[in-house]
Structures are given as C-alpha cells and as structure tokens.
C-alpha cells in the first residue's frame, strides 16, 4: 500500500462508503441484508472486469470488448444445451454440472478464438474482440431465437448464485477464491512474469526468447474462462438467460479496471486492486440508489471517479500527501556540505 495510490485510495473510499452510508441511513445501509444484497451483485462484473485488467497487462493496446457478450453467449448455450438432455428441477445436479461445464468450455473457446486472431494475424485486440464481440452476440440470438432463455431455479444452481455460507453470498466468495488464485499466479509463476514484461517492456520481451504468442492466447483465454465463469454467475441468479443481459458492463468493466491502476499501455495490475474497486463501484452504486438519486447522477459520480483515478495515474498523490506531512524533515536527505564534512570525519578517522 506505501507503493500504490491506487490501492491506497481504494481503501479511503471504502471506509468513506461505508461510513457515509451509515449516517445518512442510520445503519440501515450497514444491515446484514444490504450487504449481502450488494455483494451478490459484485462477482459478476468483477469477474469481466478480471478479465480485462489481465489482456491490458499484455500491453500493444489489448483489450477485451467481448466479455459480456461471451458470458451471454456461455449462458444461452449451455442451457440449451442442458435442458435438452436433463429436467432441470427433476435431475438438478447433473443439470448443474452440465450446465456449468458447457458455460467454462464456451467462454474459453471464445477466449481461445480472440487470442489466436490477435496473436497468429497480428489483428489489433480492439478491431478483433469488437468483432467477436457481434460474432457473439448474433449466436446467441440465432441459438435463441432472440428470445430469453428460462433456466429456472434448480437447487444447485440456484445455490451458487443466492446461497450463503457463513452469511456471505457463495458467488462472492467464489469471486475473491479466483481473485486469490489469480493473484498467486501473476506474482509467483513464469507466466505471471512474462505477461507483465511483455507489457513493460515488450523489446526485452521480444529478446527474451519465450513465445510471446503463446502468452497473448494464454490471457485471452483466461479471459474468455473468466467470462464463461460470469455467465454462470448471471444464470445462477437470474431464472433467465438472454443474449443482451448487461448491454452496460463493458464500460463499467473498463472502468473498475482504471480505478484499479492498471496501466493501459501494459506491464502492470494488481487482481487485488480490481476486487477492491469492484466492491467500491458497487458500494457507490448502491448508496446512490439508497438514498434516491437517479441514474444521471450515478453516471456523474462514476464519471468524477474516472477523473480521480486518471489524476491519480498521472500524479504520484502519494508521495505529494507523504511531502506534505510534518514528518517529511526526517525523510531529508543530507545537504552536499554535510556529506563532505562526514567524509572528511571518516577519512580522518581512519
């Protein structure tokens, strides 16, 4: 945190939150229910939003504007393709299972098939997943027939998306279990490493001899994965599915991943930063519609919080806020007469 302003005023915003809805709803905003309530609504766009901090870090403008459109597609297909073989209220746990596969190996198909096109055709990421993005999109309605699809409400489903353990919603501990695991291995592995080179330095990269295509297909994978996740999330809490669910979550994805610090050019990210600023767009959003206000102003907050978070990316607020503190005479650095003079002591003493 002494290193990071981002995850540093991510937490003064969730303490501000928090406290501040405290007080203008005397507790209620603070209730077990609300907070649970909100949290349930946090793993599904923090999981896009994962996803999208990941193939940023790639650095050479990669982005993934499909993310919602291949959660959607994840979830009109495997449920499809589920309910054509299994009663879902009849047989719920093959159903569940079934449906849960089908929604991972479709999201990771998706991932494959954007990191291939980028990686092997040298396709720019925001021309190529702004295409897939509509490839997407036009399965699920033919799949559909541009209709919802009804999952229902089958126990083990249904348990994943509305169940508790502890008092804590299933789906949002299952969201920070992935940001736990994903964290490890961007930190502790060889593909942590690469991925953020590439990004930090792509000429070091090129002549470090690793495959960087592989690593591009690699993340835009784990996005796809990531979003197939997602769509089981949104079937899990939703009776239906339907191919334009969250038509709002990819600009909302972009922007927790640029609260979150990552850079857009590449080379660095935190999973920590993105789960926390997830909480802290939801935390906001929720006490905005606590309290009354429309969605305009909902819009202009988030807009004001974009601004913050970019003027933090271009000034080091930390270290201003640390320069202007008392405690900053301590931190000086001896003047050059005073190095000369120690010196000159030391040499003497010698």
């Known amino acids: 945190m002494k ?6 005023l991510l937490c003064i915003l969730f303490v501000v939150l928090l406290g501040l809805g405290g007080v203008v709803s005397d507790g209620l905003f603070l209730s077990s229910f609300n907070l649970q309530s909100m949290a349930t609504q946090v793993p599904e766009i923090g999981l896009l939003a994962i996803g999208v901090m990941l193939v940023m870090c790639t650095g050479n403008g990669g982005i993934d504007l499909s993310g919602i459109a291949n959660a959607n597609l994840s979830g009109v297909a495997s449920g499809i393709f589920a309910l054509s073989f299994f009663d879902a209220y009849q ?20 991932g494959l098939l954007n990191g291939l096109i980028i990686s092997r055709f040298s396709i720019t990421p925001i021309l190529c997943t702004l295409g897939t ?19 229902g409400t089958p126990d083990y489903l249904s348990a994943i998306g509305n169940g508790f353990v502890l008092g804590v919603p299933i789906s949002f501990l299952l969201f920070v279990l992935t940001g736990l695991i994903l964290g490890f291995f961007l930190k502790f592995t060889r593909y942590g490493v690469r ?9 070091a990269a090129l002549y470090s001899g690793f495959q960087s295509a592989r690593i591009i297909t690699t993340t835009y994978a784990i996005s796809g994965l990531l979003a197939g996740f997602a769509g089981l999330i949104i079937a899990a809490r939703n009776i239906n599915v339907k191919w334009d669910y969250g038509s709002s979550y990819l600009l909302v994805a972009i922007l927790i991943v640029v609260m979150a610090g990552v850079r857009p050019e590449g080379g660095y990210g935190r999973v920590v930063n993105v789960v926390l600023s997830a909480i802290v ?25 974009l601004l913050c978070f970019l003027a933090v990316a271009r000034f080091d607020l930390l270290n201003m806020i640390v320069a202007s503190l008392p405690l900053k005479r ?20 010698d």
């Open 195 to 203: 991925l953020m080179l590439m990004g930090a330095n792509p000429k």
């Open 330 to 349: 301590t931190l000086t650095l001896p003047s050059d007469h005073q190095m000369r003079v120690f010196m000159e002591n030391k040499n003497n003493e």
């Open 91 to 110: 047989q719920p746990l093959l159903f569940t299972a079934t449906f849960a596969v089908g929604c991972m190996a479709v999201g990771l198909f998706g």
């Open 281 to 305: 767009l939801q935390l906001l959003s929720s006490l905005l519609s606590f309290i009354g206000l429309s969605n305009f102003v909902r819009d202009l907050a988030w807009g004001v919080l």
């Open 133 to 151: 993005q509509m490839l997407f999109t036009g399965v699920a309605v033919v799949l559909s027939n541009g209709r919802s699809v009804t999952i």
């Open 3 to 8: 290193r990071d302003s981002n995850l540093l």
